[in-house]
């Protein structure tokens, strides 16, 4: 039972880190690109760096801009982050059960050659685990992936941007939203005087009223 358990998480670690490895290596030829990528974490990274920026809002801290979407980027629906986490606790688990193996064998009384096949195979399944992992390299391809993106961010989009919005179009955009602000105050005045006078004659309605009622009064009691 302890080996085919150790036969599947094997399985399910190596699976999971080459998914997070085609992720990456698909991501890696992304940022080679930016500008002419159609992968959906380099739109979304680009669309909200020029949203912050026309908002005048702008990224003071590109890297932990770069680092926020990298933490969220998924995989066949989970996250890469998580997948690669998945494989450093698989093999902790390996180890794990090879240790509960060879314990168990000796509590049931089994052969030595019999634990020794459960040592040798947590054994040789944690080092085929750490070569896989070795191999594909994610670190190094998750730091070619900030490298290009912080690069394509602060040296190119940034430039862009200032040229297009600092300019003669960024000034007449700032024209508009400053327009529309003032339209809103101004409808915003409107209302609030159109209410105070409303008040004010509702005020002068009622003393015009009660003035005559004292007129009347006044003439029923002299006559």
């Not at 809002?57 to 926020?68: A, C, E, H, M, S």
Request: charged content about 25%; aromatic content about 8%; overall charge positive.
């Amino acid at each position: 039972m302890v080996l085919y358990a150790m036969g599947a998480l094997c399985l399910l670690g190596v699976i999971s880190k080459l998914i997070v490895w085609i992720s990456y290596k698909r991501l890696v030829k992304a940022s080679n690109h930016i500008a002419s990528s159609n992968h959906s974490l380099t739109r979304q990274l680009k669309l909200k760096f020029e949203n912050c920026y026309k908002l005048n809002l702008g990224v003071q801290n590109v890297p932990v801009f770069v680092d926020k979407y990298l933490q969220k980027y998924k995989a066949m629906g989970i996250r890469v982050h998580t997948l690669n986490r998945f494989f450093v606790a698989v093999i902790l688990l390996e180890a794990l059960l090879g240790v509960a193996g060879c314990l168990g064998g000796f509590w049931q009384g089994l052969s030595l050659q019999q634990i020794t096949l459960y040592a040798a195979l947590g054994f040789i399944s944690v080092l085929f685990m750490l070569f896989v992992d070795s191999l594909c390299d994610i670190e190094d391809k998750r730091e070619m992936v900030v490298t290009n993106l912080q690069d394509y961010l602060d040296n190119v989009l940034t430039n862009r941007l200032q040229h297009e919005y600092d300019g003669g179009e960024g000034q007449e955009l700032m024209a508009k939203t400053e327009a529309a602000k003032l339209m809103e105050r101004g409808e915003a005045q409107t209302a609030a005087t159109k209410l105070k006078i409303k008040k004010t004659k509702k005020a002068k309605k009622s003393s015009d009223e009660e003035e005559e009622v004292i007129r009347e009064i006044l003439r029923e009691f002299l006559t």
